[in-house]
């Protein structure tokens, strides 16, 4: 998946037609709650599914990026944000030379153990069908009020069942970030993972193992939004720095989602510095001063720890590459 280009022009389209006549991006969501269906879109279900990011003649430098958060209760607006924030995510992350060819993959959490609808998740895309995918998402907002959700079972299927050519042809790892303000069960349950993937495992994962499965593959952070229900529990953040370190970012504003993975992106490519000046490139981006700041003051306990990186000329593009073409590609 993949091949397409993404079109800022094309993608403002769309955001004003819905606009103008008060139609939802989220479609399929309306669609299911209006007709009282609780089901999994086919395009987003992960069961016998794997999905790839794959190098093209367009994108010969592919990396993939993916994005999955919880969708229950309180967290229910962070799709919403990421839709509307989308093209500036873009926008930065191409035109400010960030990665030249990024694969966007968005997928939503739930909780297995409650929930009709526990995982969805889309495909690795380099055009507005990443954009179709959010609109393909089912907003469930349940939960089970034990402040946990089944995110290891969404880190068993990008461990397992995501196949990406920035890893496997260049040893490059990809980009995972969860979102969500609970914790993650203990284990991954060989039942869920039946039911939901579709493979038989011999016995349950501890959800240690899987994240270092994951990280083998992909650079791994989890945001969590701290005025959210859940956000500012000590408990919930501390087991989430037992599992992720300092890649645990606790972001102020959910709005501020996507500035937050274009920071994070641009320090572990080596093309930022420090957050200061990842942050300037955000506003100068587009995006909002306050929401560039909060996305800052998230990534800083990362940077520390990191400490200071050489800058990379990699992604720092000229002047004439990295303005928008004539119908909006970037």
């Keep these: 998946m993949g091949y397409s280009d993404w079109s800022d022009a094309a993608y403002q389209s769309r955001q004003g037609h819905r ?19 609780a089901q999994v879109h086919p395009d987003m279900n992960p069961l016998r599914a794997t999905r790839e990011s794959r190098d093209s003649a367009a994108h010969p430098d592919s990396v993939a990026i993916a994005v999955a958060f919880d969708v229950t209760g309180s967290m ?14 873009m ?15 968005f997928g939503a959490v739930g909780d297995a153990y409650c929930d009709r609808v526990p995982l969805q998740i889309g495909q ?20 089970g009020g034990q402040v946990h959700e089944t995110y290891e079972l969404a880190m068993y299927f990008f461990a397992r069942h995501t196949s990406i050519d920035c890893y496997e042809k260049r040893g490059h790892r990809g980009y995972l970030f969860t979102i969500g303000d609970e914790k993650p069960y203990g284990v991954v349950s ?11 495992i011999e016995r349950d994962i501890p959800v240690a193992r899987i994240v270092a499965e994951v990280q083998e593959r992909y650079e791994y952070f ?4 701290t005025n959210t229900a859940h956000g500012r529990s000590a ?21 501020a989602v996507c500035e937050t993975i274009a920071l994070a992106v641009g320090l572990c490519e080596g093309v930022i510095g420090d957050v200061d000046s990842g942050a300037e490139d955000l506003i100068q981006a587009g995006y909002d001063p306050n929401a560039a700041s909060t996305a800052a003051t998230a990534l800083a306990p990362y940077a ?9 000329a990699i992604g720092l593009l000229p002047a004439s590459i990295g303005e928008m073409l004539d119908d909006g590609r970037l």
């Design 91 to 105: 926008r930065v992350l191409i035109q400010k030379g960030y990665v030249a060819h990024p694969q966007v993959l």
């Design 76 to 89: 229910g607006s962070v799709p919403r944000v990421l839709q509307t924030k989308l093209g500036q995510l």
């Design 235 to 255: 408990e919930v953040q501390a087991r989430w720095h037992e599992l992720l370190g300092e890649r645990v970012l606790l972001l102020d504003d959910e709005s």
């Design 304 to 312: 520390s720890a990191r400490g200071p990186q050489p800058r990379s």
């Design 19 to 37: 606009k103008a006549t008060n139609q939802t991006a989220f479609t399929y969501d309306k669609y299911a709650h209006d007709n009282g269906i």
């Design 222 to 225: 989890h945001i969590i939004p």
């Design 190 to 200: 060989k039942q869920q993972v039946q039911a939901h993937i579709g493979d038989k």
């Design 124 to 143: 690795f895309e380099s055009g507005l069908e990443m954009d179709d995918d959010l609109g393909k998402l089912f907003l469930e907002g349940g939960g």
